[in-house]
Every structure is written in structure tokens, then in C-alpha cells.
């Protein structure tokens, strides 16, 4: 069974601009979640998704957004980067979301300059 | 908010010695997530604990859970290199699908 795979793998931006990131989930996992690590604050949660509802959100400001779409594969936008946004954004799966092991992607580098 | 702490954030040892790495979590939870990380890599899932006193081990490692303590533990037996890498706790704070990580801990095995 194919693992989470996230695209793309490392991106580097400017100051002001947005970023999509994309994430595709094991298969027949229906829970999508977004984490961002940075070695400043750790890893912190971002949202959660399933059957394309937003179930929670962390503490983030609106600038960052995602979605799911009906085949369960998710995205996470990041509109007027800033210089903070660098990170390593992390995308796990897992069936229902709630009281089981989440599978994490290989993860999106993003370097905001 | 649930908060989860882990300690020590760093850990350097020789190999061949054994330590615990402690996960303290506070909220009422049932169950505990055990993942490990290699530098610049992703999470890998290590063990699910899913009960007070549950106890899982795979090779070296051995991890615990104590629910009324609130309490996880990853114990390292006779350290090798390759578990060298950070190790994270992970609770779920209950109904909310949002898992807390916890700070992670270094470990830095030297031969």
C-alpha cells in the first residue's frame, strides 16, 4: 500500500506570496491533518480534515487555509507569506481521525525569503 | 489546552547504557502516540498505547503508559547508534481529532 505523499517536496518563496502544498493520503484513509515543525516552536497542529469538513483548527492566523476534496486528498494554502512561514509542513492520514495512529508524508520544506 | 512535555529535550549517551525518556500529558486520555524522527525526514510511528498500564516493546525500546499519572515513558535498552534520532509523544486531546505533540527529545547515541 502507496505511503502519504506530499507535493512538492521543497519550494522556496518571497515575502507576499502564497503556496499551495498538496497531500495525498493512504488509501481509504478519510482523516487528513496538517502539522507545521520548525525547531523554534516544535510541532503544532494546523487542521484536520474528513469527508471534506475542517473538523478543528489550530491557533494559526487566517492566512492559512486547506481543503479536502471527495477523494480525500487535501490541500493547505498559505496566502502574504512571511519570513516566520518557513517550515517543514508535515501531512498524516489515518481512517477516521480520532483514537488511531496517524501515517505522516515525507513532508514540504518551504523557505520563505 | 492540553499540554504535553517531554524531558529531557536532549540526551547524550554511550552505547551500550540504558534511559527513560518521560512524555507528562494534561489531560485525561487513554491512549498515547510514541513516533521517532530522522534528521531531516518524517515521522515514523513507533508504538500506540491504548490503555493504563499498557506496555509495548519492539527491539531495544520499551515504552509504558500511566494514565492516572498522566505519564508515558520510552525506555532505552543498551543504546546503539541507530536510535539515534528525535523521539516524539503525541496525545489526542479527547473528541477534538487534534493530536499534541510533545516537544521531542534528542537522543544522540555515541559508540
Known amino acids: 500500500k502507496a505511503g502519504v505523499t506530499q507535493t512538492p517536496r521543497y519550494l522556496i518563496k518571497t515575502r507576499g506570496q502564497q503556496v499551495t502544498l498538496s497531500c495525498s493520503p493512504i488509501?481509504?484513509?478519510?482523516?487528513v491533518s496538517w502539522y507545521q515543525q520548525t525547531p523554534g516552536q516544535g510541532l503544532q497542529f494546523l487542521f484536520e480534515?474528513?469527508?471534506?469538513?475542517?473538523?478543528n483548527k489550530g491557533n494559526f492566523p487566517g492566512r492559512f487555509s486547506g481543503r479536502q476534496f471527495s477523494n480525500s486528498r487535501s490541500e493547505m494554502n498559505v496566502s502574504t507569506l512571511e519570513l516566520g512561514d518557513s517550515a517543514l509542513y508535515l501531512c498524516?492520514?489515518?481512517?477516521?481521525?480520532?483514537?488511531?495512529?496517524?501515517?505522516f508524508g515525507p513532508g514540504t520544506r518551504l523557505l520563505v525569503l | 489546552e492540553l499540554k504535553v512535555e517531554q524531558n529531557p529535550l536532549f540526551l547524550s549517551m554511550q552505547e551500550g547504557k540504558n534511559y527513560t525518556i518521560y512524555c507528562n500529558y494534561s489531560?485525561?486520555?487513554?491512549?498515547l502516540y510514541w513516533y521517532r524522527q530522522d534528521p531531516g525526514k518524517s515521522l515514523e510511528s513507533l508504538f500506540v498505547?491504548?490503555?493504563?498500564?499498557a506496555v509495548k516493546q519492539e527491539g531495544r525500546l520499551m515504552a509504558s503508559l500511566d494514565t492516572k499519572a498522566r505519564l508515558s515513558t520510552l525506555h532505552i535498552t543498551a543504546a546503539v547508534h541507530d536510535l539515534s534520532a528525535t523521539y516524539f509523544c503525541?496525545?489526542?486531546?479527547?473528541?477534538?481529532?487534534?493530536?499534541?505533540f510533545g516537544t521531542g527529545t534528542r537522543l544522540k547515541v555515541l559508540a
Open positions: 480534515y474528513f469527508s471534506e469538513t475542517q473538523r
Open positions: 489531560t485525561t486520555s487513554d491512549r
Open positions: 488509501s481509504g484513509h478519510r482523516s
Open positions: 503525541a496525545v489526542e486531546a479527547p473528541g477534538t481529532y487534534k493530536y499534541i
Open positions: 498524516a492520514s489515518s481512517l477516521k481521525g480520532a483514537e488511531e495512529t496517524q501515517y
Open positions: 498505547l491504548l490503555s493504563n498500564g
